[in-house]
């Protein structure tokens, strides 16, 4: 069983930067495939990029991209989502996600990871 806190949300204007970190408790972190997705009110739950267990793949949705970075340091058991220029439009919960054995690489949609933090906010205002 894997636990999953996000940390570093908060509030920030267009063009800033936030970093968000999640810490993953329990065996074998560094085989899991790790993602975030975000959830903007009365909007459902959206794939924002993932990590391969062994970082040599990271991938993103269309509207980060160049934008966002995520990178993880499995000695740390934690993922990290870098956010850059960012907008308005990103302000959303923000979840971290984990899957042992993706049915494909580069998951991307909810149902196909298994484990969930609780979520972070992030505000950005213009």
């Known amino acids: 069983q894997v636990q999953l806190a996000e940390s570093g949300g908060g509030l920030a204007q267009a063009g800033d930067s936030l970093r968000l970190s999640c810490v993953a408790s329990?065996?074998?972190?560094?085989?899991?495939?790790m993602g975030w997705f975000r959830q903007a009110p009365g909007k459902e739950r959206e794939f924002v990029g993932g990590v391969t267990w062994r970082a040599r793949t990271s991938y993103y949705a269309d509207s980060v991209k160049g934008r966002f970075t995520i990178s993880r340091d499995n000695a740390k058991n934690t993922v990290y989502l870098q956010m850059d220029s960012l907008k308005p439009e990103d302000t959303a919960v923000y979840y971290c996600a984990a899957v042992e054995k993706p049915s494909r690489v580069g998951p991307k949609v909810t149902h196909e990871y298994d484990y969930w933090g609780q979520g972070t906010q992030v505000t950005v205002s213009s």
């Open positions: 329990g065996p074998s972190f560094s085989t899991y495939t």
